[in-house]
């Protein structure tokens, strides 16, 4: 009697075992790496406000804009660089000096204001482009017409 209660208590142990080890096996193969993977890339857009179509030499256009995405990673930096295509302005955001084109510049909200400054008698126009360290970008472009100050 007491060899078949050894027998048992060996049989349960062993039973436990590998009952134990087939759990084991069963929660690592269904969880598998990218089940674990947290989300940390989100595309985005950016929303601007309509912006005037015509602009004198000195004036300056406020072009408010705001990023938005489907989801939120705080590790998410977004930056932003200019290219002048025709005439000559300056683009600065918020009352930082000019932005020099073609150098990223770090944006440390969301929801910012660019002003572009007319330093030009013809039609000028611009491209932005916003990234994101997770490889997005958007393009934004802009034309602005030259307008005659005090041509009637």
């Keep these: 009697m007491k060899k078949l209660i050894n027998i048992t208590k060996r049989?349960?142990?062993?039973?436990?075992?590998?009952?134990?080890?087939?759990?084991i096996e069963l929660c690592l193969s269904s969880c598998s790496e990218d089940e674990l993977a947290?989300?940390?890339?989100?595309?985005?857009?950016i929303i601007v406000m309509p912006v005037q179509k015509d602009i004198a030499n000195g004036e300056t256009v406020?072009?408010?804009?705001r990023i938005t995405s489907s989801g939120s990673y705080t590790g998410t930096r977004y930056s932003i660089r200019y290219f002048q295509s025709d005439g000559k302005g300056s683009l600065r955001i918020f009352n930082d000096p000019a932005m020099k084109p073609n150098d990223l510049y770090p944006l440390q909200e969301k929801e910012f204001r660019l002003y572009?400054?007319?330093?030009?008698?013809?039609?000028?126009?611009?491209?932005?482009w916003v990234a994101d360290n997770m490889g997005n970008q958007q393009k934004l472009s802009?034309?602005?017409?030259?307008q005659n100050v005090g041509v009637l």
Excluded at 116 to 128: G, L, P
Excluded at 142 to 146: D, K, P, Q, R, T
């Design 116 to 128: 572009y400054t007319s330093e030009s008698t013809v039609s000028q126009s611009f491209d932005i």
């Design 38 to 45: 947290i989300t940390k890339n989100f595309p985005f857009e």
């Design 11 to 23: 049989g349960l142990s062993i039973f436990y075992a590998f009952a134990s080890l087939f759990l």
């Design 142 to 146: 802009f034309e602005f017409n030259h």
């Design 62 to 65: 406020e072009i408010r804009c």
